[in-house]
């Protein structure tokens, strides 16, 4: 049951390239000087006799890190960092692994007649809650929790953590303790979804919601994650969504 696909988070990225140019400044300001020449302009009317005191050392050290030079190397690593966060689109639920055992991508699409935002967001939530804690199918006997919760907000997302039942898996390779599956829902229009390029395709006008269910660790999950969106799906069949049944990726073509 793997872990989440993710990208390198673009704060990452940044402390790195900071990190690095003030590593390559140091060195350089640490180097020998010419002995032929002051080491600092403002030594230049100094007698050859004054040795520099280390506060000087210290402060001239500073001075060299913030040359107009490593400004616009630092100004360029933001708008680096800039760059890739606008690169990505508003709603970024994440792919699963190319041929996942123990990840589904899909799509929920409301029906018709559901026009508002607000409707989806109460049917979601319904749907969630009406998950059994003791779970269904022999799976997820640990029960569930919603972890994050923005549907109402910006993002309008939410994402749920399942427990699964201690089964011979768990005893032999997670010290007896449940393992964890995510479930991470994302909601936006059918035109987000056709520019975005996510999901199977939607119905024009319809209101989509992005779904990814995934196990944390491991290579399979014995079709845990299926058996759950199975039942989460069939209650939305019952209120009139158009839910495809959850494939893996290894069974699309």
């Not at 003030?22 to 000087?33: H, I, K, Q």
């Not at 907000?153 to 939410?158: E, V």
């Not at 999901?199 to 319809?206: D, L, N, P, Y």
Request: a positive charge; one cysteine or more; hydrophobic letters at 35%.
């Amino acid at each position: 049951m793997n872990a989440l696909t993710t990208s390198p988070s673009p704060t990452i990225i940044l402390i790195l390239l900071i990190v690095a140019l003030c590593f390559v400044c140091t060195v350089v300001s640490l180097a020998p000087p010419d002995p032929r020449k002051p080491c600092h302009p403002s030594l230049l009317h100094q007698p050859p006799s004054i040795t520099t005191s280390r506060r000087d050392a210290l402060l001239l050290t500073y001075n060299s890190l913030f040359t107009p030079a490593t400004t616009t190397a630092a100004a360029a690593a933001v708008a680096i960092v800039a760059t890739l966060q606008s690169s990505n689109p508003a709603y970024a639920l994440e792919e699963c692994k190319p041929k996942s055992h123990n990840c589904i991508r899909t799509q929920w699409i409301a029906p018709p007649s559901i026009t508002k935002p607000s409707e989806v967001l109460t049917t979601l939530r319904e749907v969630l809650n009406s998950y059994p804690q003791k779970g269904q199918a022999g799976v997820d006997c640990n029960g569930w929790s919603i972890v994050n919760d923005t549907l109402d907000g910006d993002t309008t997302s939410i994402a749920v953590e399942y427990k699964s039942c201690v089964g011979p898996a768990a005893l032999a390779i997670n010290l007896g303790q449940p393992f964890i599956d995510d479930l991470k829902l994302e909601v936006k229009n059918a035109d987000a979804v056709s520019s975005s390029g996510g999901g199977s395709g939607s119905s024009s006008g319809s209101i989509v919601v992005e779904v990814k269910s995934s196990s944390r660790i491991g290579s399979s999950d014995l079709f845990v994650n299926r058996k759950r969106l199975e039942y989460l799906g069939n209650k939305l069949r019952e209120r009139g969504w158009s839910v495809p049944p959850p494939k893996y990726v290894y069974e699309k073509k």
